[in-house]
């Protein structure tokens, strides 16, 4: 199965609220199925917030193709459907610190491309966090999953 892929359809009940912080406003971004407001991803992202602790799945990561995942699941904005996304440890840390380098932010480009999707659609990969060429305009500090 691909790495970055549309969830099944109905397989994703849409507003489940944060697990942290309990706000319900809109369908968030989960990790290992844990639902994650934008405040409470962003006290991840400067290593604030509790770290997440999750098992990985035996799942190749769509970025470097290390074996062992967790899965990132996502809401672009005109599409109904989810995508999810499999990554090791180090590109989700990347991934929601807003700080993927140029080829990690292809490989994830080129993968939504495929599913008719573009970057700017998916929050964490929009144009006000990365420049054209994949290079990372508002990074956040270092923390550590797992
Ligand atoms: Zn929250
Ligand atoms: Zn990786």
Known sequence: MDSLRLAPPDSVFPKIPCC??????????????????????ELLALGEGEPIVERTDRRRCAVCHHLGTLRYLTFPLRSRRPV???????????????????????????????????TREIFLLHEAFYDTSGRALQPAGDWELM
């Open 84 to 118: 999810e996304v499999d990554l090791c440890a180090d590109h989700i840390r990347a991934l929601v610190g807003r700080r993927l380098g140029p080829h990690a932010f292809e490989q994830l480009r080129r993968q939504l491309l495929a599913l008719d999707l573009a």
């Open 20 to 41: 942290r912080c309990g706000d319900r406003g809109r369908a968030w971004d989960r990790i290992a199925g844990k639902t994650l407001c934008p405040s409470c991803m």
